[in-house]
Each structure stands twice: as C-alpha cells, then as structure tokens.
C-alpha cells in the first residue's frame, strides 16, 4: 500500500493540468490497451514510404499510357497519306488543281474569303494534318474532297509554296 500512496501523493503534489492518472491495472499487471506498441511499430514507417511509392509508380503507369494513346494514332498513317506522301508534287499542277476546286473559299490567290488565307500553312500544319484537312473537311463548311494521291501531292507543293 506504501507504493500506491506515494504515487498517489506525487500526483497530488503536482499542478491540475500536469497530472496524469495512474495506469490501469488488474492484478499488478498494465491492461492491455495501456501496453506499449509491438516491436513492429517502427515498421509502419516503410510500409507508409511504401505505399507512397506504390502510388508514384502507379500514377507514372498511367502517364505513360495516356502519352502512348495521345501518340499513337499520329504515328499510324492512312494508307492514302502514306501514298501521297511518299510521292513527288509539282507546284503547277497542283496551283491548277487549287484554283478550280478551293480558289472559290481560299481565293484565288489562297489570301481568304470564306476560307482561311493560306499563305504560310506550311508553317502551321505538317502534310499529314494538310491532307487530313483536306479528305475529312473536318471543319465546315470545307467540303471533303480526296483527289488522287498524285493530284494530292501537287496540292500539298503547291500549298507549301504559299508564303
């Protein structure tokens, strides 16, 4: 009884709000939820780093897939580009071919009326873009229009000498 009174004793002896009431106990032995933390407490630390980590690498996974879904329809080309592409374009031809189907919206000197003015499209859009502008009219109110790739390629030379 000396011992629980001398506890008792110090916690009196000190301020109100420094006290701190004796541990719990059945028997002599401190309950279990007063016991102190398990040896693997100090293992909870990694385990945070862990999952922090876990969690970079997942959200870099799914950058990188966003990435690859935004670049890979660019990298796969129609087989009409490809061809149109891959061939040579004479800028007369292809001046011909702009003033009897597009000098109506472009103007005749490509300056803009309905459609946009374009001198220095080259520096704006690729070919690739240009030909996929041209065959799908994506914007209205072009009209879609896919020559033959030859004709295409003398478009596109004469298109890219428009500065």
Not at 61 to 77: G, H, R, T
Not at 102 to 108: D, E, S, T
Request: proline share 11%.
């Amino acid at each position: 009884m000396g011992s629980y009174y001398g506890h008792w004793v110090s916690i009196v002896s000190r301020p109100w709000h420094d006290r701190e009431p004796p541990a719990p106990t059945v028997t002599g032995r401190t309950l279990p939820s007063q016991a102190s933390p398990p040896e693997s407490a100090p293992a909870a630390v990694p385990t945070a780093r862990r999952g922090l980590v876990t969690a970079l690498v997942g959200m870099a996974a799914v950058a990188c897939i966003v990435v690859l879904l935004l670049l890979l329809p660019s990298a796969q080309v129609d087989p009409y580009t490809r061809q149109t592409m891959g061939l040579s374009g004479s800028p007369e031809n292809g001046g011909l071919l702009f003033r009897t189907n597009c000098a109506g919206c472009h103007g005749i000197a490509g300056q803009g009326l309905v459609g946009p003015n374009l001198h220095g499209v080259a520096a704006r859009k690729n070919s690739r873009q240009l030909i996929q502008q041209v065959v799908s009219g994506r914007t209205p109110p072009m009209p879609r229009f896919q020559p033959e790739p030859q004709a295409m390629a003398d478009l596109l030379a004469f298109l890219n000498g428009l500065v």
